[in-house]
Every structure is written in structure tokens, then in C-alpha cells.
Nanobody
Framework: QVQLVESGGGLVQAGESLRLSCAASGTAVSVNTMGWYRQAPGKERELVARITRGGSTSYALSLKGRFTISRDNAKNTVYLQMNSLKPEDTAVYYC??????????WGKGTLVTVSS
């Protein structure tokens, strides 16, 4: 059974950085497409960043340059480095794994709050 556990969220001030972690079990992050999504209050969940099994990365256009997705295969963990945070980055951040059958698996999310 696939399980994803996010950590690293918290309260920061605008301009600061955070690194989110997503620890996976039940499968290897290296053989699946992994992603970070976020959902702000009153808004739909949106894709933040994605990394494929081949290591290719993609980002929401508005976030490219500030956020970086990476993975550590030995730790079976995916990271999201977030720099120069803005109040509009406030959201619950979710880790996603899309397996080889196209099924999506989700973590419970971690809250990031950016104060101005």
C-alpha cells in the first residue's frame, strides 16, 4: 500500500525559505512520477511541480525560478525547496504519486503560511 507523508510546513515571513519533504513507502519514488500540489483557501488544487521517473522536472509557470523539486532515491523521499516565499504561496501542500497504472496517491498535506 502506497503511503505518502509530508513534512516541513510552517509559518514563515515573506522572503524566507522552506523545504518540504515527502517520504514514500510501499513503492519507490524513482519509478513513479512524483508531484507537489497546493490548495489555497477557497481555491482549487493546483500543480506546483513534478518530477518524472526519468528525472525530468516541470513547474507551474508562475513559480518557476523560486521552487525546486528534487528526490533522494536512497531515502525514498521527494523535496520541494521554496525560496522567496510570498503571502500568496500560503496553502496546504500535497505530495502526489502517479503510479504506472495512472492511479494517483496523495498525502494528507502540510500547511505553509507566509505572513507579510
Amino acid at each position: 500500500q502506497v503511503q505518502l507523508v509530508e513534512s516541513g510546513g510552517g509559518l514563515v515571513q515573506a522572503g524566507e525559505s522552506l523545504r518540504l519533504s515527502c517520504a514514500a513507502s510501499g513503492t519507490a519514488v524513482s519509478v513513479n512520477t512524483m508531484g507537489w500540489y497546493r490548495q489555497a483557501p477557497g481555491k482549487e488544487r493546483e500543480l506546483v511541480a513534478r518530477i518524472t521517473r526519468g528525472g525530468s522536472t516541470s513547474y507551474a509557470l508562475s513559480l518557476k525560478g523560486r521552487f525546486t523539486i528534487s528526490r533522494d532515491n536512497a531515502k525514498n523521499t521527494v523535496y520541494l525547496q521554496m525560496n522567496s516565499l510570498k503571502p500568496e504561496d500560503t496553502a496546504v501542500y500535497y505530495c502526489n504519486l502517479r503510479d504506472s497504472w495512472g492511479a494517483d496517491h496523495w498525502g494528507k498535506g502540510t500547511l505553509v503560511t507566509v505572513s507579510s
